[in-house]
């Protein structure tokens, strides 16, 4: 019986997330394949009924629907999907090399063992497939004839991985049948330690492609972003010159904010998530712990080369987005009080002019009151003088004059 307090409600899920996802177990030699497909949340339904499909197919017991990873043996192949913020990944492990792999060692991949049509069913759109084999190494690191009969004619970048336990080879190349390849020669590798090469030289690669999803975005902002700025420098010089059309330049200034507000709004979760794939990359770089093989570029410094640049562009244009929106505060603010100052002039000079007239008013009744006074006296007069008369006509000595 346990003795603890009540456990928390997610406890044992959140222990059991560092043990989620574990890497697959790749003898050597072995096929493995890799898709990445982007789902939106109304597909997940359709992508789980179509895994539970193959699974009963194999008749295998199906994922729970809760479920985020699910990993089964099909037959001689071994099947791992997991499902990610964004994309889902499916990765499809086979013993063995297919025949014929001497003159063509990509040409029967491990999905090829799938059922028809299968792959192609999936919901979603493919972002990134690749093909790995695991061989045992020969005694001298392979030479551009000897990897040309992996990569074609491509340029291959490669280096010694895991402190000298394999050689690892790749061109970042979509070959003709949609895939991109890596090759990896073990030097008695054990099966985990393969599984663990290959799953971060497959995550480099989809990593990767989901950070440049954000690059076309930036080249659309870009040209917008200038049009923003030479906008916001013009209405600057118009503030500065105080031509008195402040009205104008505060509305002007208000479209911009909403132009800079709404290219935001747009991008910033394709920026930011760039951002995290970006450094997933080069996390999963540092674990490959390369070591330079001569005459060839590592997988780490192709990528300092070329994709970091792309990712800087894809930060830049994100923080002068931001910038941006700074300014345009900056000057609405600035423009907002100018504006404000103006107006309270307006109100004061409006209030001093209504002071003069309410006292022009008060004169005026002063004097209508005087005449009123005077007006009212000589009636009154004039009724004494009429009731004199009466009273003398009715028989009494009254002197009306007098009265």
Same mark, same amino acid.
């Given at each position: ?34 898709? /990445?497909?982007? #789902? ?8 789980? *009924?179509? $895994? @539970? &499909?193959?699974? =009963?197919? %194999? ?72 093909? /790995?084999?695991? #061989? ?8 551009? *004839?000897? $990897? @040309? &009969?992996?990569? =074609?004619? %491509? ?249």
């Amino acid at each position: 019986m346990t003795t603890l307090p009540v456990n928390h409600p997610e406890r044992f899920a959140l222990a059991e997330e560092v043990h989620a996802r574990p890497p697959e177990v790749l003898p050597t030699p072995a096929r493995a394949s890799y898709l /990445a497909v982007l #789902v939106d949340s109304e597909d997940r339904g359709r992508e789980t *009924a179509h $895994l @539970a &499909r193959l699974c =009963e197919r %194999h008749a295998v017991p199906p994922p729970a629907r809760e479920l985020t990873h699910f990993s089964v043996r099909l037959g001689a192949l071994r099947l791992k999907w997991e499902r990610h913020g964004e994309f889902s990944s499916w990765t499809v492990i086979a013993p063995g090399l297919a025949g014929g792999a001497e003159s063509a060692p990509f040409a029967e991949p491990a999905t090829a063992l799938l059922p028809a049509g299968w792959l192609h069913d999936l919901p979603g759109l493919t972002v990134m497939a690749a093909h /790995a084999l695991v #061989v045992e190494a020969p005694a001298t690191p392979p030479d551009e *004839a000897a $990897l @040309a &009969r992996y990569f =074609e004619d %491509h340029q291959v970048v490669g280096a010694e991985v895991a402190d000298g336990e394999a050689l690892a080879y790749t061109d970042f190349k979509i070959h003709a049948d949609g895939c991109s390849r890596f090759l990896l020669l073990g030097r008695h590798l054990k099966p985990r330690v393969a599984g663990q090469i290959v799953q971060r030289l497959f995550e480099i690669e989809a990593y990767r492609m989901m950070a440049l999803l954000a690059l076309p975005m930036a080249r659309r902002q870009s040209p917008r972003i200038v049009a923003i700025e030479k906008a916001l420098a013009q209405l600057t010089d118009g503030i500065a010159r105080d031509a008195g059309a402040d009205e104008a330049l505060l509305h002007e200034l208000t479209r911009l904010a909403a132009e800079v507000e709404s290219g935001l709004a747009a991008s910033q979760f394709r920026f930011g998530a760039c951002r995290a794939y970006a450094e997933l990359v080069r996390t999963r770089i540092t674990e490959l712990r390369e070591q330079r093989l001569e005459g060839m570029s590592t997988i780490g410094a192709f990528m300092a080369r070329r994709f970091e640049p792309a990712v800087a562009t894809c930060l830049t244009v994100s923080q002068r987005l931001h910038d941006l929106s700074e300014r345009v505060a900056q000057a609405s603010a600035l423009l907002s009080t100018r504006v404000d100052i103006t107006r309270e002039r307006q109100n004061q000079a409006l209030l001093s002019s209504m002071d003069r007239r309410a006292k022009l008013q008060l004169r005026l009744q002063q004097t209508v009151e005087g005449l009123s006074v005077a007006a009212i006296v000589y009636y009154v007069v004039g009724l004494v003088g009429f009731v004199s008369k009466g009273f003398r006509a009715g028989g009494l000595q009254v002197d009306v004059d007098l009265a």
